[in-house]
């Protein structure tokens, strides 16, 4: 039986949901490892998150029946509350420290979505309640993200600096949702591989991939952070006289649609 010397915690962030949009996927990750930490995560996952098996109390009972001789015969059908009762005291640690996450896990949701959890017993019950009704509508969501990460290719008329931070967006988004949804080396090699192939880039880009598979071979992975870096260093290199502020919040490719019309009403 699992023992629980860590009830004394604090609260589970809050989940929030507003319509098509919820942060489930942030309160799972942040969840998961409060519940680590507090030694509590086994009882929504592994083998001790199933209950303890109590059986049901039964009471002695008494029975009187007339045989086929016309006598009254009496029966008694033992009761089991002794060892009902040492079932209960010897789950009590289990349940003390079920009924501690599954409060945390309640007190977590706010009052429009109770009902998903109001009238389970088990906090690995709530927890499973909470994962079918958000996973679904996140991952259709977070699949839809992706494919917007996958297909924005940064041509040469865009601001590259402005369109890493479009991707950081998107993949911070998806990450938010899903973070199973995509990993960060298949990020960083998106980037690689949407970044502008023309002769200025094509280069940097090669070298780029050749760190990134050296790496990789000797298990020290370059996180897409250092890449994005990477390559804005190199363009602040050669863009260093251009002082235009990247503080405005258009798109790279908006913001590229809006030069392109420009030029064209010139």
């Known amino acids: 039986m699992p023992n629980n010397n860590n009830v004394h915690c604090t609260e589970l962030p809050k989940l929030i949901n507003k319509g098509v949009n919820n942060n489930y996927g942030k309160w799972k990750v942040q969840s998961y490892h409060k519940l680590r930490e507090w030694d509590l995560l086994k009882y929504i996952k592994g083998p001790d998150s199933d209950p303890p098996n109590i059986p049901p109390l039964r009471q002695q009972q008494t029975y009187h029946s007339v045989n086929n001789d016309g006598n009254v015969s009496t029966t008694h059908v033992l009761g089991n509350a002794a060892k009902h009762l040492q079932a209960v005291t010897a789950a009590k640690p289990w349940t003390d420290g079920n009924n501690t996450i599954l409060a945390r896990?309640?007190?977590s949701v706010l009052a429009d979505q109770l009902h998903?959890?109001?009238?389970?017993?088990?906090a690995k019950e709530a927890w499973e309640s909470l994962r079918s009704m958000y996973q679904p509508c996140n991952s259709v969501h977070a699949a839809t993200i992706k494919g917007q990460v996958m297909s924005y290719q940064c041509t040469p008329n865009m601001d590259i600096a402005q369109w890493l931070s479009d991707m950081q967006w998107l993949f911070n988004s998806l990450c938010a949702l899903?973070?199973?949804r995509m990993t960060d080396s298949e990020f960083k090699l998106a980037i690689l591989d949407l970044m502008p192939q023309d002769d200025s880039w094509r280069n940097f880009i090669s070298n780029l991939h050749d760190k990134i598979m050296v790496c990789d071979k000797w298990q020290q992975p370059i996180h897409s952070a250092a890449v994005v870096t990477a390559i804005r260093e190199e363009y602040w290199y050669h863009h260093c006289d251009n002082h235009q502020s990247m503080l405005h919040i258009f798109s790279a490719r908006f913001d590229a649609?809006?030069?392109?019309?420009a030029q064209k009403q010139s």
């Open 105 to 107: 896990i309640i007190a």
């Open 116 to 122: 998903l959890v109001q009238n389970v017993t088990y």
């Open 178 to 180: 899903d973070t199973l």
């Open 257 to 261: 649609h809006k030069r392109l019309l």
